[in-house]
């Protein structure tokens, strides 16, 4: 797996340049969620899939920009879901955006995600590797990601990132975010899923809520690219993730494209959701 993180540090000191210099302009394409494209979008896209094609153990690629998966070598061993640029409509407000990847092994359920990564590109640009744990790479001035740290989640946290329209929110997911608080926990929301989850897991725990609401029955995040990887990070760093009754990766999506309600945390947040969801 490491050839796939070393292609993922080369483009994530591309696509660096690429958001810092670039056209934040949109397209004129809509991707099959039917997100109108900004040009950052594609390009990011392009280029990942540039050195993917270098990495001869990567058998097949699924990229949120695409329609559909496109096979790179017949005999490669992983399937790589990705989001080349995740929030990019926030680098023209000048925040934090990212890239996210799961690796998985003979196909895109939750079961079979082995890996996950994801790049910030913020004020610092720095990836996070999940393997058998979960270590903090930072790109240094000579071009080159050094390891900075592992990172662990606290069994309980002080951030809550409360993701969605409030107006559409249940009645009792909003008991349960004002109960939470009323706690003393902090409000921490930029509208990047990758900065949002960054801070939670860095600032050692809380947690990050995308539930369904009226306008988004089934959530708004999608499995394969964004929410199974981020579900691996987060166990693996001694957190949960789950879609407010069961485990994120049990799931099993029927479409490359597929969403989930989904919520990421340390556990005692995660338990507190289990509790009012079971009631529902
Ligand atoms: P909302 C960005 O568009 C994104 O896909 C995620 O990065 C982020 O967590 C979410 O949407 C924000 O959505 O509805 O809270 O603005």
Redesign the pocket.
Known sequence: MKEIIDAISVAAARIKKVIEFGDTGYSEHVNKTG?TQLKLDIASDLIIEEEFKKVSSIKSIISEEKEESKLLHENGSYIIGY?PL?????VDVNLA??SIFGIYKNGTEGSDIVGAAYVVYGPRTEIVVAKDDVRLYRLSENGEFREIKTIKLNRKGKLN?T???QKGWSAYHKKLIDEIFADGYRLR?S????P??HQILLKGGGL?S?PATTD?PKG???LVF?VFPFAFVFEKAFGAAIDGKKRILELKPSHIHDTSPCFFGSNEEIKRVLDEYAKH
């Open positions: 997100d989001d995740d929030g990019s409509s926030l955006v990212g990132a993701g969605a329209t929301y509208g990047g899923m990758v949002d989850l990050f995308y988004t708004k995040l999608r964004e």
